[in-house]
């Protein structure tokens, strides 16, 4: 059973930097499918980043140029470091992981197998 813990996020103003993690714990290696989705408040829940299990990145517009996902296979961790923040990326943050499949990582709520609990992020203006 794969179980996913975040931390950090917390409050920001605008313009600043703050990142999240993701913990993994259980059979969770480099060939899952691993992404971050948001939950802004009374809205539906979006992806904001993914990686693929061949390395690939992929952002969603919103976020591409501001915003890094990354992974460490060795410590089994998520992260999301986020620069220029917004008011707009205030949510609470989820990561999301997928085992192995013989197609490519959907950026869709779904296609994801398991969760963690969330963190909030909230940015000031």
């Known amino acids: 059973q794969v179980q996913l813990v975040e931390s950090g996020g917390g409050s920001v103003q605008a313009g600043g930097s703050l990142s999240v993690s993701c913990a993994a714990s259980g059979p969770v290696y480099s060939g899952y499918c691993m992404a971050w989705f948001r939950q802004p408040p009374g809205k539906e829940r979006e992806r904001v980043a993914l990686?693929?299990?061949?390395?690939?990145?992929t952002y969603a517009d919103s976020v591409l140029g501001r915003f890094t996902i990354s992974r460490d296979n060795v410590r089994n961790t998520l992260y999301l470091q986020m620069n220029s923040l917004k008011p707009e990326d205030t949510a609470t943050y989820y990561c999301?992981?997928?085992?192995?499949?013989?197609?490519?990582?959907?950026?869709?709520?779904?296609?994801?197998?398991?969760w963690g609990q969330g963190t909030q992020v909230t940015v000031s203006s």
């Open positions: 990686i693929n299990n061949d390395g690939s990145k």
């Open positions: 999301a992981a997928k085992p192995p499949y013989s197609g490519s990582c959907v950026p869709r709520t779904a296609f994801y197998e398991y």
